[in-house]
T-cell receptor
Framework: KAGVTQTPRYLIKTRGQQVTLSCSPI?????VSWYQQTPGQGLQFLFE???????NKGNFPGRFSGRQFSNSRSEMNVSTLELGDSALYLC??????????????FGPGTRLLVL | EDKVVQSPLSLVVHEGDTVTLNCSYE??????LLWYKQEKKAPTFLFML????IEKKSGRLSSILDKKELSSILNITATQTGDSAIYLC??????????????FGQGTTLQVKP
């Protein structure tokens, strides 16, 4: 089974721009979670999508948004980029049924650098 | 506030040594504790521990969950240079409002010298 894939792998943007990152979950997985990883804060939860609905959201400003498509692929968008948004963005997928917490499998991440 | 704390933050050992990594947590409605290994980019899943599965083992790696002490340990025996990585501990909470969210510790950076 193919793992979680993320595109692009690397991205350089300037302040004020916006960016869209993509995540394709493991086949059959319906839940996609997004995390931001920085040296200072570690891994922090952004949001989770299940059946095209955002089910949970972390403590990030509204500039961070996402969506999920009918094939479970997910995108996250960051508008009006700030220098502090430079990070590794990881997506994780899980099968998840009935509200149970299932094991999350991570993709390789997108390294975003904001100049 | 939910908290996951790992110790030590970094560790240097020599090949063949045995290491023990610690993870303690303070969360409401605990459901599961997961260990991941992160080498270059993607954290790789190692173990998930829950009330119904408090001990897991795979090769040289093993992990135990102590629900009374709200902690877990990850043991690696006969370490190899390929074990050099950041080891992440994460906790999942129960309840419909907590789905899809793992709370991560800071990680333990393990370096294994030849």
């Amino acid at each position: 089974k193919a793992g979680v894939t993320q595109t692009p792998r690397y991205l350089i943007k300037t302040r004020g721009q916006q960016v869209t990152l993509s995540c394709s979950p493991i086949s059959g997985h319906r839940s996609v979670s997004w995390y931001q990883q920085t040296p200072g804060q570690g891994l922090q939860f952004l949001f989770e999508y299940f059946s095209e609905t955002q089910r949970n959201k972390g403590n990030f400003p509204g500039r961070f948004s996402g969506r999920q498509f009918s094939n479970s692929r997910s995108e996250m968008n960051v508008s009006t980029l700030e220098l502090g948004d430079s990070a590794l963005y990881l997506c994780a997928s899980s099968f998840r049924t009935g509200g149970l917490q299932e094991t999350q499998y991570f993709g390789p991440g997108t390294r975003l650098l904001v100049l | 506030e939910d908290k996951v704390v790992q110790s030590p933050l970094s560790l240097v050992v020599h090949e063949g040594d045995t290491v023990t990594l610690n993870c303690s947590y303070e969360v409401t409605n605990f459901r599961s504790l997961l260990w991941y290994k992160q080498e270059k980019k993607a954290p790789t899943f190692l173990f998930m521990l829950t009330s119904s599965g408090i001990e897991k083992k795979s090769g040289r790696l093993s992990s135990i969950l102590d629900k009374k002490e709200l902690s877990s340990i990850l043991n690696i025996t006969a370490t190899q240079t390929g074990d050099s990585a950041i080891y992440l501990c994460a906790v999942g909470r129960g309840g419909s409002g907590n789905t899809g969210k793992l709370i991560f510790g800071q990680g333990t950076t393990l370096q294994v010298k030849p």
